[in-house]
Protein backbone atom coordinates (compact mmCIF):
# COMPACT_ATOMS: atom_id res chain seq x y z
CA UNK A 1 0.00 0.00 0.00
CA UNK A 2 2.90 2.30 0.66
CA UNK A 3 4.44 1.95 -2.59
CA UNK A 4 1.37 2.30 -4.17
CA UNK A 5 0.15 -0.94 -5.46
CA UNK A 6 -3.15 -1.01 -3.63
CA UNK A 7 -5.18 0.97 -2.36
CA UNK A 8 -7.94 1.23 0.14
CA UNK A 9 -11.26 2.78 -0.52
CA UNK A 10 -13.63 3.96 2.16
CA UNK A 11 -17.16 3.69 2.50
CA UNK A 12 -19.99 5.77 4.17
CA UNK A 13 -20.77 2.98 6.40
CA UNK A 14 -17.27 2.78 7.87
CA UNK A 15 -16.17 0.06 6.28
CA UNK A 16 -13.39 -0.14 3.57
CA UNK A 17 -12.35 -2.14 1.14
CA UNK A 18 -8.75 -2.90 -0.95
CA UNK A 19 -8.29 -3.00 -4.78
CA UNK A 20 -5.10 -3.57 -7.08
CA UNK A 21 -4.26 -0.12 -8.51
CA UNK A 22 -3.28 -1.60 -11.96
CA UNK A 23 -1.31 1.14 -13.58
CA UNK A 24 0.92 1.43 -10.60
CA UNK A 25 1.44 -2.26 -10.37
CA UNK A 26 1.51 -2.56 -13.67
CA UNK A 27 5.59 -2.10 -14.47
CA UNK A 28 6.25 -4.15 -11.58
CA UNK A 29 4.37 -7.06 -13.08
CA UNK A 30 5.64 -6.41 -16.36
CA UNK A 31 8.85 -6.50 -15.29
CA UNK A 32 9.10 -9.41 -13.59
CA UNK A 33 7.24 -11.28 -16.66
CA UNK A 34 9.58 -10.40 -19.16
CA UNK A 35 12.97 -10.60 -17.26
CA UNK A 36 13.45 -13.85 -18.13
CA UNK A 37 12.69 -13.26 -21.56
CA UNK A 38 15.31 -10.20 -22.06
CA UNK A 39 18.03 -12.38 -20.19
CA UNK A 40 17.67 -14.83 -22.31
CA UNK A 41 19.62 -12.55 -25.24
CA UNK A 42 22.99 -14.17 -25.68
CA UNK A 43 24.98 -10.76 -25.93
CA UNK A 44 24.82 -7.39 -24.75
CA UNK A 45 23.53 -5.89 -27.95
CA UNK A 46 20.52 -8.04 -28.43
CA UNK A 47 19.98 -7.95 -24.16
CA UNK A 48 19.62 -3.90 -24.90
CA UNK A 49 17.46 -3.89 -27.39
CA UNK A 50 15.56 -6.17 -26.09
CA UNK A 51 15.03 -4.54 -22.32
CA UNK A 52 13.89 -1.32 -24.99
CA UNK A 53 11.95 -3.17 -27.15
CA UNK A 54 9.65 -5.40 -24.32
CA UNK A 55 9.55 -2.60 -21.91
CA UNK A 56 7.73 -0.45 -24.51
CA UNK A 57 4.83 -3.04 -24.97
CA UNK A 58 3.44 -1.29 -21.63
CA UNK A 59 1.65 1.81 -20.46
CA UNK A 60 4.83 3.21 -17.91
CA UNK A 61 7.89 1.78 -20.24
CA UNK A 62 10.29 3.63 -18.51
CA UNK A 63 9.56 2.66 -15.13
CA UNK A 64 9.34 -0.71 -16.12
CA UNK A 65 12.26 -0.84 -17.89
CA UNK A 66 13.95 0.79 -14.66
CA UNK A 67 12.41 -1.92 -12.20
CA UNK A 68 13.32 -4.76 -14.78
CA UNK A 69 16.93 -3.58 -14.72
CA UNK A 70 16.91 -3.12 -10.65
CA UNK A 71 15.85 -6.87 -10.64
CA UNK A 72 18.17 -8.04 -12.49
CA UNK A 73 21.11 -6.22 -11.33
CA UNK A 74 20.14 -8.32 -7.83
CA UNK A 75 21.24 -11.25 -10.02
CA UNK A 76 24.61 -9.80 -11.13
CA UNK A 77 25.96 -6.59 -9.24
CA UNK A 78 27.82 -5.31 -12.61
CA UNK A 79 24.91 -6.11 -15.04
CA UNK A 80 23.07 -2.24 -13.87
CA UNK A 81 26.45 -0.61 -14.87
CA UNK A 82 26.94 -1.83 -18.46
CA UNK A 83 23.37 -1.32 -19.03
CA UNK A 84 23.83 2.34 -17.75
CA UNK A 85 26.42 2.89 -19.77
CA UNK A 86 24.53 1.71 -22.74
CA UNK A 87 21.67 3.97 -22.00
CA UNK A 88 23.82 6.83 -21.44
CA UNK A 89 25.06 6.68 -25.01
CA UNK A 90 21.66 6.06 -26.64
CA UNK A 91 20.47 9.80 -26.52
CA UNK A 92 17.44 11.82 -27.62
CA UNK A 93 17.24 12.64 -31.26
CA UNK A 94 15.98 15.69 -32.69
CA UNK A 95 14.16 15.60 -36.42
CA UNK A 96 14.21 19.00 -37.87
CA UNK A 97 12.61 17.85 -41.02
CA UNK A 98 9.67 16.68 -39.64
CA UNK A 99 6.69 18.81 -40.12
CA UNK A 100 4.94 21.24 -37.54
CA UNK A 101 1.55 19.41 -38.59
CA UNK A 102 0.40 16.55 -40.13
CA UNK A 103 -3.41 15.12 -41.37
CA UNK A 104 -4.46 11.37 -39.81
CA UNK A 105 -7.52 9.85 -41.61
CA UNK A 106 -9.20 8.35 -38.42
CA UNK A 107 -12.79 7.03 -37.83
CA UNK A 108 -14.07 10.64 -37.39
CA UNK A 109 -12.86 11.82 -40.51
CA UNK A 110 -9.62 14.08 -41.53
CA UNK A 111 -7.68 14.40 -38.01
CA UNK A 112 -5.38 17.73 -38.01
CA UNK A 113 -2.73 16.93 -35.19
CA UNK A 114 -0.41 19.76 -33.99
CA UNK A 115 2.96 18.71 -32.88
CA UNK A 116 2.83 21.01 -30.30
CA UNK A 117 0.91 18.95 -28.66
CA UNK A 118 3.82 16.18 -28.11
CA UNK A 119 6.80 15.70 -27.33
CA UNK A 120 8.65 18.46 -29.68
CA UNK A 121 10.93 21.72 -29.96
CA UNK A 122 11.18 24.78 -32.23
CA UNK A 123 14.14 26.72 -33.72
CA UNK A 124 14.73 30.34 -33.59
CA UNK A 125 13.07 29.90 -37.31
CA UNK A 126 10.13 28.55 -35.42
CA UNK A 127 10.46 25.83 -37.31
CA UNK A 128 9.11 22.24 -36.31
CA UNK A 129 11.25 19.49 -35.10
CA UNK A 130 10.29 15.63 -33.55
CA UNK A 131 11.88 14.83 -30.52
CA UNK A 132 12.41 11.13 -30.68
CA UNK A 133 14.29 8.15 -28.85
CA UNK A 134 13.31 9.77 -25.75
CA UNK A 135 13.06 6.79 -24.01
CA UNK A 136 16.58 5.83 -22.60
CA UNK A 137 17.06 9.04 -21.13
CA UNK A 138 13.81 8.37 -19.12
CA UNK A 139 15.03 4.96 -17.89
CA UNK A 140 18.24 6.58 -17.09
CA UNK A 141 16.42 9.34 -15.25
CA UNK A 142 14.53 7.01 -13.28
CA UNK A 143 17.76 5.07 -12.43
CA UNK A 144 19.84 8.41 -11.60
CA UNK A 145 17.10 8.27 -8.81
CA UNK A 146 19.45 6.64 -6.60
CA UNK A 147 22.94 7.69 -6.46
CA UNK A 148 25.41 5.17 -7.25
CA UNK A 149 28.91 5.08 -7.51
CA UNK A 150 32.54 2.88 -7.70
CA UNK A 151 32.90 0.18 -4.92
CA UNK A 152 35.27 2.75 -3.15
CA UNK A 153 32.08 5.28 -3.02
CA UNK A 154 32.95 7.66 -5.87
CA UNK A 155 30.24 9.04 -7.08
CA UNK A 156 31.70 10.69 -10.03
CA UNK A 157 29.72 8.52 -12.64
CA UNK A 158 26.50 9.73 -11.35
CA UNK A 159 27.28 13.07 -11.29
CA UNK A 160 28.38 12.77 -14.68
CA UNK A 161 25.20 11.65 -15.91
CA UNK A 162 23.19 14.15 -13.70
CA UNK A 163 25.16 16.61 -15.52
CA UNK A 164 24.78 15.14 -19.23
CA UNK A 165 20.58 14.45 -18.66
CA UNK A 166 20.08 17.57 -16.43
CA UNK A 167 21.92 19.65 -19.58
CA UNK A 168 19.63 18.71 -21.81
CA UNK A 169 17.37 21.43 -23.70
CA UNK A 170 14.35 19.98 -24.15
CA UNK A 171 11.50 18.32 -22.35
CA UNK A 172 12.38 14.90 -21.05
CA UNK A 173 8.82 14.01 -20.21
CA UNK A 174 6.60 11.09 -21.47
CA UNK A 175 2.92 11.95 -23.44
CA UNK A 176 0.35 10.45 -22.06
CA UNK A 177 -0.20 6.75 -23.71
CA UNK A 178 -3.84 8.08 -25.54
CA UNK A 179 -5.25 8.53 -29.04
CA UNK A 180 -4.31 10.99 -31.17
CA UNK A 181 -7.72 12.50 -31.20
CA UNK A 182 -7.65 12.72 -27.32
CA UNK A 183 -4.05 13.83 -26.70
CA UNK A 184 -4.00 17.31 -24.43
CA UNK A 185 -0.43 17.57 -23.96
CA UNK A 186 1.06 19.37 -21.27
CA UNK A 187 1.87 23.30 -21.18
CA UNK A 188 5.77 24.03 -21.55
CA UNK A 189 7.80 27.29 -21.42
CA UNK A 190 10.19 28.19 -24.21
CA UNK A 191 13.69 30.15 -23.96
CA UNK A 192 14.73 29.87 -27.69
CA UNK A 193 18.20 27.79 -27.93
CA UNK A 194 17.92 27.88 -24.26
CA UNK A 195 15.40 25.64 -22.59
CA UNK A 196 11.95 24.11 -22.69
CA UNK A 197 10.49 23.38 -19.13
CA UNK A 198 7.37 22.44 -18.04
CA UNK A 199 4.80 24.52 -16.18
CA UNK A 200 5.22 24.36 -13.01
CA UNK A 201 1.12 25.44 -12.38
CA UNK A 202 0.73 21.46 -13.54
CA UNK A 203 1.79 20.15 -10.90
CA UNK A 204 4.26 17.72 -13.29
CA UNK A 205 7.89 17.66 -12.83
CA UNK A 206 10.63 15.37 -15.03
CA UNK A 207 12.18 12.37 -14.15
CA UNK A 208 15.56 13.83 -14.56
CA UNK A 209 14.72 16.60 -12.06
CA UNK A 210 13.20 14.01 -9.52
CA UNK A 211 17.10 12.58 -9.31
CA UNK A 212 18.21 15.92 -8.43
CA UNK A 213 15.67 16.65 -5.88
CA UNK A 214 16.51 12.65 -4.08
CA UNK A 215 20.30 13.55 -4.56
CA UNK A 216 19.64 16.41 -2.60
CA UNK A 217 18.07 14.67 0.12
CA UNK A 218 20.95 11.79 0.08
CA UNK A 219 23.99 13.41 -1.57
CA UNK A 220 23.98 17.53 -1.15
CA UNK A 221 27.20 18.04 -0.69
CA UNK A 222 27.70 16.60 -4.16
CA UNK A 223 24.78 18.58 -5.63
CA UNK A 224 27.08 21.55 -4.49
CA UNK A 225 29.50 20.44 -6.95
CA UNK A 226 26.99 20.03 -9.84
CA UNK A 227 25.39 23.70 -8.83
CA UNK A 228 29.18 24.98 -8.69
CA UNK A 229 29.37 23.48 -12.36
CA UNK A 230 26.50 24.64 -13.98
CA UNK A 231 27.17 28.15 -12.83
CA UNK A 232 30.58 27.89 -13.74
CA UNK A 233 29.44 26.74 -17.27
CA UNK A 234 26.94 29.07 -17.69
CA UNK A 235 24.48 25.93 -18.60
CA UNK A 236 21.23 27.23 -18.45
CA UNK A 237 19.26 23.77 -18.87
CA UNK A 238 21.51 22.61 -16.13
CA UNK A 239 20.86 25.62 -13.99
CA UNK A 240 17.00 26.03 -14.63
CA UNK A 241 16.33 22.31 -13.61
CA UNK A 242 18.45 22.97 -10.36
CA UNK A 243 16.45 26.71 -9.82
CA UNK A 244 13.47 24.47 -9.61
CA UNK A 245 14.87 22.06 -7.21
CA UNK A 246 16.69 24.45 -4.36
CA UNK A 247 14.28 27.57 -4.65
CA UNK A 248 11.21 25.92 -4.83
CA UNK A 249 10.77 22.28 -3.59
CA UNK A 250 13.32 23.23 -0.92
CA UNK A 251 11.90 26.64 0.17
CA UNK A 252 11.15 25.97 3.45
CA UNK A 253 14.51 23.64 4.01
CA UNK A 254 17.03 25.04 6.43
CA UNK A 255 19.86 22.97 5.46
CA UNK A 256 24.08 24.20 5.44
CA UNK A 257 23.90 22.85 1.56
CA UNK A 258 20.50 23.38 0.44
CA UNK A 259 21.26 26.87 1.47
CA UNK A 260 24.55 27.26 -0.15
CA UNK A 261 23.19 25.87 -3.26
CA UNK A 262 20.25 28.74 -3.06
CA UNK A 263 22.46 31.31 -2.13
CA UNK A 264 25.34 30.34 -5.35
CA UNK A 265 22.08 30.55 -7.47
CA UNK A 266 20.67 33.48 -6.29
CA UNK A 267 24.17 35.00 -6.51
CA UNK A 268 23.85 34.02 -10.41
CA UNK A 269 21.19 35.70 -11.05
CA UNK A 270 21.69 38.73 -9.40
CA UNK A 271 25.29 38.91 -11.28
Same mark, same amino acid.
Given at each position: ?????????????????????????? +?????????????? !??????????????????????????????????? $?????? #????????????????????????? %????????????????? %???????????????????????????????????????????????????????????????????? +? $???????????????????? !??????????????????? %??? $???????????????? #???????? $?????????????
Amino acid at each position: MERGYIKREYLNNGESFIYPALLNAM +PVAAAYEIMDIVLD !QSDDDELYDSLIRYSQLFPYPDLTAALMISFMSER $NVFFIN #RIIERLYYDKPTIDYSAPKRVLIKM %EKGIFDIDFSKLPCIET %EEDEGGLLGNTLPWLILSDLLATPFGTEDGDLSPWIGMIKMVGSFKNVLLRVANIPFDRITGFHVHSF +P $NKIEVVCGKMGIIEPITYAM !QIGFWKVPEHMIEIVRWAI %ETE $NVPLIMRLLSISLDTF #REEDNEYI $NEARNLLKRRNSG
